[in-house]
């Protein structure tokens, strides 16, 4: 039974570029949640989806955006990148309702 | 709003001492109260959890108890391993229906154990 899968595993973009980052949940799971994790600190949530729905957002800006689809996959869409936003990212998928979530390795993004 | 707060790292023990990191937290109702680890290079796995008062979660070796009292989740160990070196995060999220998966972490605390 394959975990959560993330994709790409490293990334190097520049300021001002967008990024698209990919997850797919755990088998059986219908939720998936990002959380952004700087260095040195603990992750912060930034938006869950369920049902292809973003069903609750952390304190982030419109230019973090994402998508979840049929097969319950989804996508985390950055815009105008900037510095601070290198960071790596997590994505987290569980079952609507309960309280476990299992985590991806997680996608390093770096702006430069 | 929640938050969590763990003792600053780095702890540097050697192997087969006692562990001990400490988590408070800030909630409102009851949450559920998580010990997350990540090693390096890799995402978090979960370690152990309590979702009421005095319940023990437990794991590999590791403890803690939820303290409602305290509002702590302090997380121990009696015997720690070279292979324990890792980032520990606590964490929390809430009771409410649709609230799954929204964690709020404390920054961790760095665990390096030498021979």
């Known amino acids: 039974d394959a975990g959560v899968t993330q994709s790409p595993t490293h990334l190097i973009k520049t300021r001002g570029q967008q990024v698209t980052l990919r997850c797919s949940p755990k088998s059986g799971h219908d939720t998936v949640s990002w959380y952004q994790q700087a260095l040195g600190q603990g992750p912060q949530f930034i938006f869950q989806?369920?049902?292809?729905?973003?069903?609750q957002r952390g304190n982030f800006p419109d230019r973090f955006s994402g998508h979840q689809f049929p097969n319950y996959s989804s996508e985390l869409n950055v815009n105008a990148l900037l510095l601070g936003d290198s960071a790596l990212y997590l994505c987290?998928?569980?079952?609507?309702?309960?309280?476990?979530?299992?985590f991806g390795q997680g996608t390093r993004l770096t702006v430069v | 709003g929640n938050s969590v707060t763990q003792m600053e790292g780095p702890v540097t023990l050697s192997e087969e001492a006692f562990l001990t990191i400490n988590c408070t937290y800030t909630?409102?109702?009851?949450?559920?109260l998580f010990w997350y680890v990540q090693y390096p290079g890799e995402g978090l796995q979960l370690l152990l959890k309590?979702?009421?008062?005095?319940d023990k979660g437990s794991n590999k070796g590791f403890e803690a108890t939820y303290r409602k009292e305290t509002t702590s989740f302090h997380l121990e160990k009696g015997s720690v391993q070279v292979s324990d070196s890792a980032v520990y995060f606590c964490a929390l999220t809430g009771r409410n229906t649709g609230t799954a998966s929204k964690l709020t972490f404390g920054t961790g605390t760095r665990l390096q154990v030498t021979l």
């Open positions: 909630a409102t109702g009851y949450p559920s």
């Open positions: 987290a998928s569980s079952f609507w309702g309960a309280d476990v979530a299992f």
């Open positions: 989806y369920y049902e292809e729905e973003e069903r």
């Open positions: 309590a979702t009421k008062a005095d």
